[in-house]
């Protein structure tokens, strides 16, 4: 039998100067996400994290430690350390699944998929509920609050979230789930997503 495909590529004219861009998709496939997206869904993560980061006036060196609240007393239990910069250039430099989990924590399920995942920001067919590590100090139950301390310089602050149970991947059409929840993307949203990283400086600002 033929071998499934899902593709968009763009069409860059003129990068230098005024570039113009025009889209192609494989058979109609642009749009589709019955697919399971692996390791391509992590530069999402990456690319939310810069623009919390840019939100708090933090820099890429901000070192984050991570908490879950767990056991019978309710308390916070902390998990691990690291650096944005490291976390981001190991999810491109071997494509870590345990930096990659602690992004999708640092973002939190709610701010990820109603706030960064929008048409705004160049999506229409992306949602992320799944982390790709199981053991501990990274994973994610999402059903647990994160709390991330932020230590930049001589700056601290504090992100804490607890997901609201919105079943992003299933309003997203999710089709593919790894367990319980899904992540999915489509080709057009991913394509999208790079056209805008590397054409940034040269489009508008909106």
Known sequence: GSVPAWLEFIYVRDPEGAPEFFPF??????????????????????????VLLQEYGL???TEATFYHRSGPSDAWVEDTTISFRRMIFDVF?????????????????????GEFF???????????????????????????????????????????????GTRYDNEAGCTVRYGTYANCSSPRDMAEHMRRLMFHESSPEA
């Open 25 to 50: 998709a494989y058979d109609d496939t642009s749009a589709r996400h019955d697919f399971w997206p692996a390791s391509t869904i992590k530069i999402y993560t990456a690319t939310a994290a810069l």
């Open 118 to 164: 929008t048409d705004a920001n160049g999506f229409q067919e992306t949602a992320l509920l799944v982390g790709y590590v199981s053991d501990r100090p990274w994973r994610y139950i999402i059903s647990e609050e994160q709390r991330i301390v932020l230590r930049d310089g001589g700056r601290t602050m504090e992100r804490t979230h607890d997901w609201s």
């Open 93 to 113: 430099d071997h494509s870590s699944n345990s930096t990659y989990t602690l992004l999708l924590r640092f973002a939190g399920i709610d701010w990820l998929n």
């Open 59 to 61: 820099s890429l060196d």
